[in-house]
C-alpha cells in the first residue's frame, strides 16, 4: 500500500537537516497469519490412553501446516429398541420354519394308512377217487401276491386264513403261516388244500361232478386277514381286521381231464363290509 502527500500540504512533516530517520511512507508487508501453533499437537477429542468408543471412526488429513490432523466421524447410532424387534423378528421366522418342516414331516409320516392289497395269482384243481372209489377227492393249489402300499409302514400278519366256497357251500379251508411286511414290499404266498366228498346223496358232490363234466368249475375265495402296521419310528401299532372276497374262479378242465387250471389272469380280491 503506497500513499501520495501533496508537495503544498501544510502539514506535512518537514524533513530534519540532518540526524532524523528517513520517513516511512508505508509499512512493510505483514507476515501471513497464523491459524494454529505448528508446534501445537493435533486436537485431542477424547483420552488418547482411552480406546475409542465404537461408534466414533478416526480416519487422517493432512492440513496447510504438513502436520497430520485428526479428525472424528459420528456414526448414527442403532436404537437397541430397533435391533430387539428385528431379533425377535428373525426368530420368530426360523420358528415358522421349523414348525412348518416339522408338520410336512408328520403329515408324511402319520398320513391315513393304504389297505393291503390281495390278488390271486393262479389257482388249480385236481379231482380224483379214493382206493374204495367211495369218496371224490377236491384238492386245489392257490399263489397269491399280498401287497403293501404304504411307503412308510410295515405290516406284520399273524393270521392270513383263505376259505373256499362253491354254490355258496363250504368246501376246505387253510391258513397261511406268520409274516412281515416292509414298506411297499409283495409277498408271494403258494397253499394247497384237500377235501373229501362221499358219493352217497351228496349234492354237492353231484354239482361238482356235473360241472366238470362241462369244462368249468366256479370257486369262490374268502379271505381273513389278521395283521398290524408299525411305523417305522413309531412305538404303538394299529391292528388291522379285514375280509376279502375272490368270487367266480373259473377253473377250465380239458376233455376229460382231471386237472383244471384257472381260466382268467389274475384277480383281485374286493373288502367285504362285514
Known amino acids: 500500500m503506497s500513499v501520495s502527500v501533496a508537495i503544498d500540504d501544510k502539514n506535512r512533516p518537514q524533513k530534519p537537516s540532518h540526524g532524523a530517520p528517513p520517513y516511512v511512507l508505508a509499512y512493510p508487508t505483514a507476515p501471513p497469519y497464523v491459524l494454529a501453533n505448528p508446534?501445537?499437537?493435533?486436537?485431542?477429542?477424547?483420552?488418547?490412553?482411552?480406546?475409542?468408543?465404537?461408534?466414533t471412526r478416526y480416519s487422517e488429513s493432512r492440513g496447510n501446516t504438513g502436520r497430520p490432523r485428526t479428525s472424528a466421524t459420528r456414526i448414527p447410532q442403532v436404537d437397541a429398541t430397533t435391533g430387539n424387534t428385528w431379533l425377535k423378528g428373525r426368530t420368530a421366522n426360523y420358528c415358522f420354519l421349523i414348525i412348518f418342516m416339522l408338520a410336512i414331516i408328520a403329515g408324511v409320516l402319520f398320513r391315513p394308512l393304504n389297505s393291503p392289497k390281495y390278488k390271486v395269482d393262479s389257482a388249480s384243481v385236481s379231482l380224483y377217487n379214493d382206493s374204495y372209489s367211495t369218496n371224490l377227492i377236491v384238492k386245489w393249489n392257490i399263489s397269491m401276491f399280498v401287497t403293501n402300499p404304504n411307503m412308510f409302514n410295515k405290516a406284520v400278519y399273524n393270521d392270513l386264513s383263505l376259505s373256499i366256497y362253491?354254490?355258496?357251500?363250504?368246501?376246505?379251508?387253510?391258513?397261511?403261516?406268520?409274516?412281515?411286511?416292509?414298506?411297499?414290499?409283495?409277498?408271494?404266498?403258494?397253499?394247497?388244500?384237500?377235501?373229501?366228498?362221499?358219493?352217497?346223496?351228496?349234492?354237492?358232490?353231484?354239482?361238482?361232478?356235473?360241472?366238470?363234466?362241462?369244462?368249468?368249475?366256479?370257486?369262490?375265495?374268502?379271505?381273513?386277514?389278521?395283521?398290524k402296521n408299525s411305523y417305522l419310528f413309531w412305538c404303538c401299532p394299529i391292528y388291522n381286521y379285514n375280509i376279502l372276497l375272490c368270487k367266480n374262479l373259473k377253473i377250465h378242465f380239458l376233455s376229460n381231464a382231471t386237472q383244471g387250471a384257472m381260466l382268467s389272469g389274475s384277480q383281485i380280491c374286493s373288502y367285504d363290509m362285514y
Not at 493435533?42 to 480406546?51: E, M, R, W
Not at 391258513?175 to 384237500?194: D, E, I, V, W
Open 39 to 55: 508446534t501445537a499437537p493435533p486436537y485431542v477429542l477424547a483420552n488418547p490412553t482411552a480406546p475409542p468408543p465404537r461408534t
Open 166 to 227: 362253491y354254490q355258496n357251500g363250504y368246501l376246505s379251508g387253510f391258513s397261511f403261516p406268520p409274516f412281515h411286511q416292509g414298506c411297499r414290499s409283495q409277498t408271494l404266498l403258494n397253499t394247497s388244500a384237500n377235501a373229501l366228498f362221499q358219493y352217497d346223496d351228496n349234492p354237492l358232490t353231484s354239482a361238482i361232478i356235473k360241472d366238470w363234466t362241462k369244462g368249468v368249475m366256479v370257486f369262490d375265495v374268502k379271505l381273513r386277514a389278521d395283521y
